[in-house]
């Protein structure tokens, strides 16, 4: 994290990098500002401490090929170094040299100069640099993981059989947090809230426990706790989602909320019981996440249009399709935040609420209470919308009544789980819906993928055959001059293993009038996919592999994501 002093802002606002009004935007989410700028893409760390640097006349280092000195490391607390994101690297007699992400914090540098008791000599570097040679370098999360678990006597874990249920509840209570339980959680969450995960799996093995996160798409495994703790990590994590801890034998859902950095993030929790005890999976929901514009998706140019131009209809439905965690909702919130206007009535029916946006009336699916998806979507029909939000057509009576609604004059966005965009509409008349009310009301379908980007900063040239080009759909002529890059593994100071980030592929199939009528006359995917192709459609794969000529990601991820065609 940058520190944000007067100067830093200044610097950016005359060097013409952000406006005063971007400035204000972000420093009115309550998050640290420089973060907010550089998350919504209006600065590049790259164009921020190439500003920096030659302003300052400090010199930039890659923290990639400097290996600390072990001796200079000690000559500043951890804690402190945490604190203001600086890591000393080097010393030679009385100069320590020591990495910052801000130079014009003068009252941290005199602190720096009192505690080593020499005189520091800054560099600079990125903030998510220095934060991942920090780790290296200190292991905290380990030695955390390590003190806990040696701290742990035998009799204070509880085993699989015969467990006290009333002792252990007891013992993982929320007002003891020196219990070691305790303390592994909220290790296990905040190192998750730091890599930014969406996901956390808890899971039980031989004779350790297993916890992975899904970072990019993609899980890593990160720390194994010994098998006995397993019981008392799950009774923790019920108790905080208010489930019971004496049922687990049987699947459990609930939820929790926790305050990270002035923002309040959710946490779904979900328990099953498997071999060995029971796997406990927690998604990770960011309350305070502001919503993306659809220009900053990444989409196709054609695929953007055709997508915008189906939001902006005045009625109809608008399906978005793919696998959980492909990114569709993050899709329909940037449609809505670009139709909610003042004179437009916009609700939404979600289980849960991911994203929280003003202006937009947001409505909980609730089924303990009777409030389901369908249910919902009746009594909002009664309150005047022009727009309206489905998080998912589940069953039959949903899909109905979202067909009608589109039918009578709403514009209806939601989303399905298919494959592709072609087998949408096949599995809407599948449903029992009429194929005749399916080609009125649906206007586009939208298939969606994430793939990981690589890292611009060490990615590396790949050498792919020729056959295995021209089978992924690249041309000869494509094949001229082509270059491809791949990921750089283990990556570099601002990456995880060659990639950072991801990026949607969007597959978009507008219903023209001879696809609506070969929908009526009850046409095979095969043959409404083959004239879909016809009238131009982009396939997930084509767009994969287009971003990989561009050398935006590698072939090898585009393979692992799409079907071919």
Known sequence: MVRVSGKIRSLLIDAGIVTQDDWNNARDTGKPIVDVLLERNLITEERLFEVLGLTSGLPPVDLSRIKPDPQAIEALPQELCIEHCVLPLARNGDNLTVVISDPFDVLMLDDLNLLARCRVRPVLSYPAAIKRAQEQVFNRDQQQVDALID??????????SGVDMED??????????????VKLVNLIILRALRDKASDIHVEPMDSSV?????????????????????????????????LDIAIRFEPQDGKFQI??????IDFRLSTLPVVGGEKAVMRILDGASTAAKLDQLGFEPRCLQDFRDAVNAPHGMVLVTGPTGSGKSTTLYAAMSEVATID?????????????????????????????????????LRQDPDVILVGEIRDKETAEIGVKAALTGHLVLTTLHTNDAVQAVTRLVDMGIDPYLVSSSVILVAAQRLVRKLCEHCRIKVDVPRNELLAVGISET???????????????????????????????????????????EGRSVA??????????????????????MRGKTSLEEVLRITMGD
Not at 220 to 231: A, F, G, H, W
Not at 259 to 264: A, D, G, L, Q, V
Request: hydrophobic residues 40%.
């Open 478 to 520: 494509e094949l001229a001059d082509l270059q491809l890059y791949g990921p750089n593994i283990p990556g570099c100071a601002r990456c995880k293993n060659g990639y950072r980030g991801r990026m949607a592929l969007l597959e978009t199939l507008t219903l023209s009038p001879d696809l609506k009528r070969m929908v009526v």
């Open 259 to 264: 305050k990270y950095e002035n923002r309040k």
């Open 151 to 160: 701290g742990v006597q035998s009799d204070e874990l509880g085993v699989e």
């Open 168 to 181: 252990l509840e007891s013992a993982t209570s929320v007002g003891k947090e020196d219990v070691p339980a």
């Open 344 to 380: 437009v009535n916009v609700v939404t029916v979600e289980d849960p609420v991911e994203y929280r946006m003003n202006g937009i009336n947001q409505v909980p699916v609730a089924p303990k209470r009777g409030l389901t998806f369908a249910g919902a979507l009746r009594s909002i």
């Open 527 to 548: 043959e409404l996919k083959h004239k879909g192709l016809e009238e131009g459609m982009l396939t997930l794969r084509r767009i994969g592999v287009l971003n990989a």
């Open 210 to 242: 297993r916890i992975r996160y899904r970072i990019d798409g993609c899980l890593v495994e990160v720390m194994n706790p010994p098998k006995q703790m397993l019981p008392a990590l799950l009774s923790r994590l019920k108790i905080m989602a208010n």
